[in-house]
């Protein structure tokens, strides 16, 4: 797990608080989407399909702190679209830092090289790169020529700068457990990024292409094989060990999707970041008024196929958390 000890010791010391309150719902990080607007038409992400007035739409920097702050949680990612396309993106990030959250900032990197200036480097703050692959996989995901090279080239630069980098990937059914080491030694190896966060796809309503995702069935294969010559004790994989052990089938979990909520330009978004049953105009109000025992396999068709880390690697944090022996196997990894 490679997570920075400060930033592992902050949120053990929340979640105890929380435990000690008999808290039982309360987030580990929240999905900040300060926008839907994108540079890319990835057909794996159905975001820019909104409406022209909806795509135009931005999270005031009021709006977008006042949620995390309203919320408490110790962790941001801040998503979208394409982050970098909202005018005041450093401003959020900046302020949010100030509150001493630790922040995520998604990004393509098409924008990222010529953006780095605008940000400064802090234990605070992670670039988070989206890397769907080598170059030609990559390319083809984000249905781009070029974007590889260039958000390659911006992970380096960002390192050189002194800035903590991540990368996320997301595999889809036509990965194999050659593409999947292939592309975490690269990134684990070559460009030395901090850590890595991958993630089985999830079947967004709106995305062009629906048939691209995994099932269960063939998601647990896929990472079983891909992990079954001990590599991935090597990777700097930004997970917990539960919820790599959940991605091969050694372990199961239900859903925690109040885990990881989502705020956007809609407000807060029942249940997660990848299904829009309503929004909530207050953090209380999400939490109070949604049913989340109706969510999860076995319950929602529409969630059958999700493994994705929204709703399950909460589920592995509890987990852990509520486990010496895991906790221990988690601070060792």
Not at 169 to 188: A, H, I, S
Not at 227 to 237: A, E, N, P, Q, V
Not at 250 to 268: A, Q
């Amino acid at each position: 797990m490679s997570i920075p000890l400060r930033q592992a010791t902050k949120v053990g010391s929340y979640m105890f608080a929380n435990k000690l309150r008999r808290r039982k719902q309360y987030p580990l990080i929240v999905e900040l989407e300060p926008l839907f607007a994108c540079n890319l038409e990835c057909p794996g992400c159905g975001k820019i399909q909104y409406p022209t007035e909806i795509l135009r739409k931005r999270l005031s920097v009021d709006d977008a702190v006042g949620a995390i702050e309203e919320c408490g949680a110790p962790m941001v990612s801040i998503a979208g679209g394409e982050p970098l396309l909202h005018p005041q993106i450093s401003e959020i990030v900046s302020e949010l830092i100030d509150r001493r959250k630790y922040v995520y900032l998604c990004t393509n990197g098409v924008l990222m090289s010529r953006k780095l200036d605008k940000f400064q480097p802090s234990r605070y703050f992670s670039w988070a790169v989206h890397i769907d692959g080598l170059q030609e996989r990559h390319d083809l995901a984000v249905a781009r020529d070029g974007v590889f090279d260039t958000a390659v080239d911006a992970i380096i630069e960002a390192k050189k700068r002194g800035f903590r980098v991540t990368t996320n990937t997301t595999f889809f059914n036509t990965d194999t457990p050659e593409t999947v080491r292939g592309v975490l030694d690269f990134l684990n190896y070559e460009l030395e990024v901090d850590s890595m966060m991958i993630s089985p796809g999830y079947a967004y309503e709106k995305a062009p292409d629906q048939e691209g995702f995994l099932p269960t069935s063939q998601t647990r294969d896929l990472f079983a094989e891909a992990f079954s010559d001990g590599r991935r004790k090597k990777w700097r994989l930004n997970h917990s060990p539960l919820f790599l052990d959940f991605l091969e089938g050694k372990r199961d979990f239900e859903c925690t999707p109040w885990g990881i909520p989502s705020y956007s330009v809609f407000g807060w978004q029942r249940p997660c970041y990848l299904m829009a049953d309503g929004y909530a105009e207050t953090y209380e109000e999400l939490i109070n008024t949604t049913d989340w025992e109706k969510y999860g396999r076995g319950k929602d068709e529409r969630c059958e196929n999700c493994m994705a880390h929204c709703g399950y690697e909460p589920s592995a944090v509890f987990a852990t958390m509520g486990s010496l022996k895991e906790s221990i196997r988690a601070l060792r990894g």
